[in-house]
Nanobody, 126 residues
Framework: QVQLEESGGDSVQPGGSLRLSCDTS????????FAWFRQAPGKQREGLVS???????RSAASVAGRFFISQDNAKTRVFLQLNNLQREDTGEYTC????????????????????WGRGTQVTVSS
């Protein structure tokens, strides 16, 4: 059973940075694709960044150039670097995983991912 656990959420001021982590129980992550999602208060969950086969990354326009996804050398942890945070970045951040072969549509669509963590809260305020 795939398990994902996020950490690193915090309260920060506008312009600040955070790094979120997602620990996975997947033994061979080379066959898996990952993504980070955000759910802001009163809004639908949105895909932010994805990590695909071969290290290909993809970003939503709203976070391009500010948020970056990466993986540790052991391939058991996925990171989300959040830079220049703004108030509208407040929300619950959740990582998701899917076998890459099972992704048939946009890697930023929540419909592509069967495995989810519980999320970590990021609050941006002054």
């Amino acid at each position: 059973q795939v398990q994902l656990e996020e950490s690193g959420g915090d309260s920060v001021q506008p312009g600040g940075s955070l790094r979120l982590s997602c620990d996975t129980s997947i033994h061979d992550t080379r066959q898996y694709c990952f993504a980070w999602f955000r759910q802001a208060p009163g809004k639908q969950r949105e895909g932010l960044v994805s990590l695909e086969r071969g290290g290909l990354t993809r970003s939503a326009a709203s976070v391009a150039g500010r948020f970056f996804i990466s993986q540790d050398n052991a391939k058991t942890r996925v990171f989300l670097q959040l830079n220049n945070l703004q108030r509208e970045d407040t929300g619950e951040y959740t990582c998701a995983a899917a076998a890459c072969d099972q992704i048939k549509g946009s890697p930023l669509s929540r419909l592509q991912y069967p495995h989810w963590g519980r999320g970590t809260q990021v609050t941006v305020s002054s």
